[in-house]
Structures are given as C-alpha cells and as structure tokens.
C-alpha cells in the first residue's frame, strides 16, 4: 500500500515496460542532439526516470553519469534530480541501504535550497525506505516532518499520499486509532481530487483497520467498495491486497466458503499478474485454512506452492544481490573515472594559474628593458598599466577559492570580503601604478623622454 513518488512523475502511475522503453529510447535519441550541458542532464535523469522499473541497472548509470555532469556545472537541482533518480534505481533492486544513502544525499541538497516541494518529497521517500526496513519509528519521523511541510506550503497533491502511508505505517504497528485517523484524511483528500484508484486504496486501508478492530460490518463493506473503484482502475495489485482482507474477515466470521473464494481469487489473480510476494501471502492463508478444515490434501498443494514461492523471491533476491554487486562495481569504476577527469582538470588549471604567474615577472621585465630603448612614453605607460592590472587580478584570482571556502559559499560574506580586498587593493595599485610609471619614463640628463617632452613643449609655446 506504500506510495513512494520521485519529482516529476508519480512513481505510482503504471506504465507499461513497452511505453517506458519507447519514452527512454526517444530521449536518448534526442541527448545526441541537445548542445546545452544543462539540457543534457534534464534529458539524462528523465531517461533513467523511465528505466527504472524494467532496466533499474541502465537508469542508475544513466543518472549516475547525469550526476557527474550536473555536478560539473554546478546545477544543483540536476544533482538533485539524477541522485533521486539513482535511490530509485536501487529501490526498485531492493538495495534499501544504497536506496537510502542517495536519498540522503539528495536531501542534503534540497534542505539547502528553497524548493520546498522538492523537499517535502525526499523526506517522504526516505521515511517509505525506512518502512521496507522495518524501521517503524525512523519512518515515522520522516513522514511527519514530510506531513508538516506539506500542511504548512499547502501541497494538494501530496496530502493524500503522505496520509496514506502515515496510516500505512500505524498499522503495521497495530496502532489501529491512529492508522484509522490518517486512512480516514487520505480518503477525503482522495475523494476532493475524485481520483478512483486513491479512493479504492484508501478504503482498503480502512477495511484492514475495521478488521483488526472486529468490526465486521465496516471492513466488509470498506473492502467491497474499494474492490468496485480498484477494478474500475485496473490497480491488481491492490485488488490482490482487498480480496486477501475479505477472506482474512470472512475466516474470523467462519465463513470458510467465501474466505476460500477471496483467497483463491487473491492467488490466482496475483499468479497471472507475477505478484510473487501477494502470492505467497495467499498460499500462505490458504495452506492454513485447508488445514483447520483438515484438508490435507489441499494444505499440502499450497505449501507446496508457499516453499516453491519463497525459494523464488529468496533466489531473486540473491540475482539481486548479484546485480548490485555488478552495479556498485560498475558505479566505483565510474567514480574512479571521474575522480581522475577531476584531478586532470585541476592540474590544467594549476598549470594555467603557474604560467600567468610566470608570465607576470617576465612582462615587468619586458617593461623595464623597453623602458631603456627608444620607445615612445604612452606604450610604457600602457605597459606598466597592464603588468599591475595583471597582477592584481591575479590575486585575486588566487582569493576566491579560498574565499568561497572561507564562508561556505555564502554570498553575502563573500561581497563584505571582496569589498574589503578592494578598499586595500584599489588605493595600492593607484599609488604602485604612478610610482612604476613615473621610474619608467623618467630619465636623468637628455634621456629620450624628457627631451621629447621639451620638444613638444616648445611647440606649445606662442
């Protein structure tokens, strides 16, 4: 029942694994033809946002390399996307460690910038990380503070889902009054948006609570209702969940026929969509049925499919276990390569910043030998001029990282910092600017300058 949901697609909206496949392969058609570093990242985390149901290995390195790009330019909000993109990947795997890890450091960033939204939903995606966890009371936390920035930015369309899974939560934990309070908000907030799918969901959550509360009647009547909006919308997923919690009620009412009847349907209808862990749960139900009514031979057919079922999903999880191992190589390759693209970038850099201050002596020097030809005044004003012009924006140049650093890229200390380098550098390079020009173009006894000086001041003269 959990809904988990990444910016900007609704992760609970179904598409079929051809559509997503055709989404992917015309984004990728288009990357090849897109110039901008920026548009390259939205195309690159957008294709990993299609791949991740049915290729969740291609979407993690799609948006891994999307990461390294936005992190190159500095856009965040791409960093942001593809790193969400990446927890959803290894979501999708069951990784839930690794899941959480990008989560975490995708919220890291949103609680640095000013999209609420944004934040609101990596906070509710990490408490859902939590649930698949078993970590009741981390999950919690999360969702409530989710719950607590979507009340106060008055996010419509994420009400319903942060109730629901709240109330999903309290009812894992048995805590029936709570769970009966948030699945009774997330059904008004699904009937405000007059969405059948969230409302059938809803009322299945409330038929679970009726029943842990023995109210026969409610729970009968929340699942029946639920199976008319769920079927309406085709959601078999959750259909499987309503029908099972008919027969779990019809087997407290001894009503053996129907539970077997819901309970079979819940099978086979999980069986034909490849909903093993829904098909297990049912094997599970009915192998416990058959045998309080003593049919053995029953019990024993759904046992069978119960062991068959569970070494299934352990064997699948072991592939996936594997597949992560092959994706966390595959990542820490990437990681190295980047690190070593990193490195040579600086070390271009190192090299362009030692070459202009190598080239900055060398200019002075170059000046003052001009300044000793016959070389008319202006070109060794202009030439003093440029050597300190050079040089102080060379420092400068040198400041800024450390700077940047110095106040944890916070533009207001940056300026009062700037500023006062200026005050001090400003009024040094007028007064170095007058003092170089006036060695450089002055001479004792008929030097060059002084004599055309002279001269043109004799022409002056009426």
Not at 443 to 450: S, V
């Amino acid at each position: 029942m959990i809904r988990y949901f990444l910016l900007p697609f609704f992760l609970f909206v179904f598409f079929t694994a051809m559509g997503q496949k055709q989404r992917a392969d015309s984004l990728a058609a288009r990357l090849a033809f897109e110039k901008t570093d920026t548009g390259k990242v939205i195309n690159m985390w957008k294709t990993a946002s299609y791949l991740y149901s049915y290729a969740p290995d291609s979407s993690i390195r799609i948006a891994q390399q999307a990461f390294f790009l936005a992190e190159r330019i500095k856009y965040r909000e791409g960093e942001s996307r593809a790193l969400g993109q990446m927890a959803n990947g290894f979501l999708s795997l069951g990784n839930y460690p690794q899941a959480l890890e990008y989560y975490l450091k995708k919220l890291q960033i949103e609680e640095a910038g000013s999209n609420p939204y944004n934040l609101a939903s990596v906070t509710m995606n990490i408490g859902i990380v939590y649930v698949y966890r078993e970590e009741y009371n981390k999950a919690l936390s999360y969702l409530h503070h989710s719950d607590s920035i979507i009340t106060a930015n008055n996010f419509s369309d994420l009400q319903f889902n942060i109730n629901l899974n709240i109330g999903d939560v309290f009812n894992r934990q048995n805590n029936k009054d709570s769970a009966f309070y948030y699945f009774s908000r997330s059904l008004h907030f699904a009937k405000q948006m007059n969405d059948g799918d969230f409302i059938g969901t809803a009322m299945t959550g409330l038929g679970h609570v009726y029943a842990k509360k023995e109210l026969f009647e409610p729970a009968l009547e929340s699942y029946k209702q639920a199976l008319v909006y769920l079927e309406a919308v085709n959601n078999e997923d959750c259909i499987c969940e309503a029908t099972l919690g008919l027969a779990k009620l019809y087997r407290t009412n001894n009503s053996v026929d129907s539970s077997l009847y819901f309970a079979r349907y819940s099978f086979l209808l999980a069986k034909q969509d490849g909903f093993q862990s829904r098909q297990l749960e049912a094997a599970t139900f009915l192998s416990q049925l058959y045998q309080e009514e003593n049919k053995k031979d029953s019990a024993f057919f759904y046992l069978a499919k119960e062991k068959i079922l569970s070494d299934s999903i352990n064997s699948k999880e072991k592939i996936r276990a594997s597949e992560t191992l092959s994706i966390n190589e595959q990542i820490r390759q990437e990681e190295m390569a980047e690190d070593q693209r990193r490195h040579q970038e600086e070390r271009r850099q190192q090299l362009q910043l030692l070459l202009i201050g190598l080239c900055i002596p060398i200019l002075f020097l170059f000046t003052l030998l001009m300044s000793r030809i016959k070389v008319h005044a202006r070109i060794i004003r202009f030439l003093g001029v440029i050597s300190l012009l050079i040089l102080f924006e060379y420092l400068t140049l040198l400041l800024h990282p450390r700077v940047v650093e110095f106040t944890h890229h916070t533009p207001f200390y940056e300026l009062l910092i700037f500023v006062g380098i200026a005050a001090l550098l400003i009024p040094a390079h007028h007064r170095i600017e007058h003092w170089l020009i006036k060695k450089l173009t002055h001479k004792n006894g008929n030097g060059k300058f002084i004599i055309k000086k002279q001269r043109m001041q004799i022409k002056k003269t009426p």
